[in-house]
T-cell receptor, first 112, second 114 residues
Framework: GQSLEQPSEVTAVEGAIVQINCTYQTSGFYGLSWYQQHDGGAPTFLSYNALDGLEETGRFSSFLSRSDSYGYLLLQELQMKDSASYFC?????????????FGTGTQLKVEL | EPEVTQTPSHQVTQMGQEVILRCVPISNHLYFYWYRQILGQKVEFLVSFYNNEISEKSEIFDDQFSVERPDGSNFTLKIRSTKLEDSAMYFCASQPRTTGNTIYFGEGSWLTVV
């Protein structure tokens, strides 16, 4: 089966940089996604890595190392609105589908 | 911007009752999903649906669950006889094409079984 590990909680101050790590175990790995979820809201897509390296999208960047089964989400210039839960999710090819298996989530608290 | 819409936003039902959760995926999307999230826990995959049939389902998706796409727009999740442990947020999601990387989630239907 698949398993993903993330820190449960991270706290940082406004304007800072924070990195949220994710390690995974899965068969038929296809890619690693990151989703943001505010309390009571829908998960929203942030980024996706299929190949090793860094993907940058504005203040957010995501990194993947397939050989290490490891990735991270980097948030720069933190804003209060970035306080949310962040989930890594693996996309696999098992069963021919495109389902995502989510990690347990990291709650990010941004403080003044 | 197109979005996935779900109804109801919140439903309270008695244990043993049948519940139908409805979803309207984004038009022209090809893959459809149901996920659930128990309060304070991670998002869990239930089922994926493609080309008018289930393409994959999880262990959670037992005989009490079923999905349908009765017409070209709606996608429903039915729970035949609800249990207390079915209380959760149920998210519908859709994906534009089989090789797409982005899954778009609806705002969810919060089910409370009492």
């Amino acid at each position: 089966g698949q398993s993903l590990e993330q820190p449960s909680e991270v706290t940082a101050v406004e304007g800072a940089i924070v990195q949220i790590n994710c390690t995974y175990q899965t068969s038929g790995f296809y890619g690693l996604s990151w989703y943001q979820q505010h309390d009571g809201g829908a998960p929203t897509f942030l980024s996706y890595n299929a190949l090793d390296g860094l993907e940058e999208t504005g203040r957010f960047s995501s990194f993947l190392s397939r050989s290490d089964s490891y990735g991270y989400l980097l948030l720069q210039e933190l804003q209060m609105k970035d306080s949310a839960s962040y989930f890594c999710a693996v996309r696999d090819r098992k069963g021919g589908g495109n389902k995502l298996t989510f990690g347990t989530g990291t709650q990010l608290k941004v403080e003044l | 911007e197109p979005e996935v819409t779900q109804t109801p936003s919140h439903q309270v039902t008695q244990m043993g009752q049948e519940v139908i959760l409805r979803c309207v995926p984004i038009s022209n999307h090809l893959y459809f999903y149901w996920y659930r999230q128990i309060l304070g826990q991670k998002v869990e995959f239930l089922v994926s649906f493609y080309n008018n049939e289930i393409s994959e389902k999880s262990e959670i998706f037992d005989d009490q669950f079923s999905v349908e796409r009765p017409d070209g727009s709606n996608f429903t999740l039915k729970i035949r006889s609800t249990k207390l442990e079915d209380s959760a947020m149920y998210f519908c999601a859709s994906q534009p094409r089989t090789t797409g990387n982005t899954i778009y989630f609806g705002e969810g239907s919060w089910l409370t079984v009492v």
